[in-house]
């Protein structure tokens, strides 16, 4: 189980979200309504938890009644869980009376449900299990083919190419849905700059960080090379065969059976930075809050 999110109710959106962007340093990452919630909702990330501004959607909101007896403020803390329908059983047993009879779809790709504040030391609590929404693809024509590009986050996030060399679903699926909050993440199966560059093109997108998977991470450092102008940061899960770009700020996360002298060697190069994992170099705890720490510069 872990906190996934807290609600705050705000009067005023917009406000809310420039407060937040001046303490956080990112404002919401995406906007939601739901309407049998009677609420539109802005999610903002936090660390491993996310703040959801919450709006009244009309007079009959819960969200207005709670603004009109007591103002903007703390709304609910939500709680992930693995298994909705079992937690609401045994917290029906142990007495509780959950506010639905069965989980209901919420914001954000979940099933929620929610205990009264009365029962819980007056916070509303939430507790809710993500039904994950499928990922829509687009195809590009490439060459023979065509490239597959999974799109994920606002557009208005900076923008990360995400280059893997095998597809890029099902094994970066959690990766993306980590990445999506605070990135507008273009991910593709491509090795060659030229694909990459294809990609830009498709979703006008000038400049991006980039972020290289296993044998992507020379795709990554090729597309750096030769069209530096389109690169921000880069970060290479994996260690790459070819020379770093000495232009961009790198990250290469390695893990510790890498080869020692070719972690010296990339140790020694400008503008580039070595993290060491033992074991999985894509362990998500660890990997994400690296990336987002170096792409934040
Ligand atoms: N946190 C703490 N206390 C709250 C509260 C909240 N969010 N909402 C109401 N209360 C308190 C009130 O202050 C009041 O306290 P007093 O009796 O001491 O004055 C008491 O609870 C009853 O208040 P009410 O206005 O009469 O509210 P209701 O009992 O009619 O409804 C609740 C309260 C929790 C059942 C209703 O707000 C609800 O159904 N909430 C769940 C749905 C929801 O909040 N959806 C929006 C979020 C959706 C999302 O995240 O996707």
């Given amino acids: 189980m872990k906190l996934e999110h807290i609600g705050i109710a705000v009067d005023d959106a ?43 959607l009309g007079p009959e909101s819960p969200v207005a009644h709670y603004l009109e007896k007591r103002g903007p403020g703390l709304h609910h803390l939500a709680f992930e869980v693995a298994d909705i329908e079992a937690q609401l059983r045994r917290l029906r047993d142990a007495g509780f009376t959950p506010l639905y009879d069965e989980p209901r779809p919420g914001a954000d790709g979940k099933r929620i449900f929610f205990l009264h504040p009365k029962e819980t030391q007056g916070i ?30 606002a557009p208005t996030n900076p923008a990360l190419l995400v280059l893997t060399a095998e597809p890029v679903l099902p094994a970066h699926e959690a990766l993306l849905r980590r990445l999506e909050m605070q990135f507008h993440v273009l991910a ?5 700059a030229d694909a990459a560059l294809a990609v830009l093109d498709a979703f006008a997108v000038g400049q991006v960080h980039l972020l290289g998977l296993g044998a992507g991470v020379d795709a990554a450092l090729d597309l750096a090379r030769t069209h530096p102008e389109h690169a921000g940061r880069l970060v290479l899960a994996g260690l790459p065969e070819g020379a770093p770009s000495t232009e961009h700020a790198t990250l290469v996360v390695a893990d510790d059976q890498n080869d020692a002298a070719a972690l010296a060697r990339l140790r020694a190069a400008p503008e580039v930075a070595v993290a060491v994992l033992p074991g999985d170099v894509l362990d998500l705890d660890v990997f994400v809050p690296l990336l987002r720490r170096h792409l934040a510069g």
């Fill in 14 to 56: 917009g406000n809310a979200a420039r407060l937040f962007e001046t303490l956080l340093g990112a404002g919401p990452y995406k906007a939601e309504t739901v309407a049998r919630e009677g609420v539109r909702t802005h999610f903002i990330a936090a660390g491993t938890a996310k703040l959801e501004l919450l709006e009244a």
């Fill in 124 to 153: 509303l609590v939430e507790f809710c299990q993500s039904v994950p929404t499928p990922f829509d693809a687009t195809e590009i024509p490439w060459a023979e083919g065509h490239l597959v590009i999974y799109e994920r986050g």
């Fill in 188 to 192: 593709v199966a491509a090795m060659e």
